[in-house]
């Protein structure tokens, strides 16, 4: 469940078709991470954030996706989205200035920093068609 958590995470993070090996391998590890300090995520939480159902999502899986973005760089430690970084991952394979008018869209900051990385995955993931 580890490597489905953290393929659900970057794929619909970066909106990529293929990812390589090694960052797979990279995001598997953040996820192990982020699992194990999380009280635990069912299955059917996971399959409803890789289906797009954002409705009734509970507090340990926003920590999750929060705990998920601070290891991949698009979050830092004080709760803040660090929107160059994920400008630059985002448009390695996208028109820049796409991604540059998502991101600023999904940069909103809630008083929760769990929320707020919630709220900035469920953005990217909802916003995602608009890159291609």
């Given at each position: 469940?580890?490597?489905?958590?953290c393929v659900v995470l970057v794929a619909a993070l970066i909106g990529?078709?293929?990812?390589?090996?090694?960052?797979?391998?990279?995001?598997?590890?953040?996820?192990?991470?982020?699992?194990?300090?999380?009280?635990?995520?069912?299955?059917?939480?996971?399959?409803?954030?890789?289906?797009?159902?954002f409705?009734?999502?509970?507090?340990?899986?926003?920590?999750?996706?929060?705990?998920f973005l601070e290891r991949a760089?698009?979050?830092?430690?004080?709760?803040?989205l660090v929107a160059d970084y994920a400008i630059e991952r985002l448009s390695l394979d996208r028109e820049k200035s796409k991604v540059?008018?998502?991101?600023?869209?999904c940069s909103m900051?809630?008083?929760?920093?769990c929320e707020t990385a919630f709220r900035a995955f469920e953005c990217y993931y909802n916003g995602k068609a608009s890159l291609l």
């Open positions: 469940m580890k490597s489905f958590v990529v078709n293929a990812l390589t090996e090694e960052q797979l391998k990279k995001a598997d590890g953040f996820a192990s991470e982020c699992l194990e300090k999380s009280n635990g995520l069912s299955k059917e939480t996971v399959g409803k954030l890789r289906s797009g159902d409705a009734n999502v509970d507090q340990d899986s926003k920590c999750f996706v929060k705990c760089g698009f979050m830092s430690t004080d709760g803040n540059e008018a998502l991101v600023m869209k900051q809630m008083d929760d920093p």
